[in-house]
């Protein structure tokens, strides 16, 4: 979640951007280390969630 985090901050990308960019770049996938097949997706829900923590 934290890199998600940084990718989003990075690129300046809003919660349900960052997660369409998950779905859309294997290098984005590569970075944050989530292969969409065998582990949950997170999605901006937990996003918004996550940062609200921090």
């Known amino acids: 979640m934290l890199r998600m ?3 989003q ?3 300046n990308l809003a ?3 960052c997660e369409e960019a998950l779905y ?3 290098s ?3 970075f ?3 292969d969409l ?3 949950w997706r997170p999605d901006a829900t937990l996003l918004l969630k996550c940062r609200r923590l921090l």
């Open 9 to 11: 901050h990075r690129f």
């Open 37 to 39: 097949d065998r582990e």
């Open 32 to 34: 944050m280390g989530i």
């Open 15 to 17: 919660d349900e951007a």
């Open 28 to 30: 984005l996938r590569g």
């Open 5 to 7: 985090l940084f990718a």
């Open 24 to 26: 859309d770049s294997a």
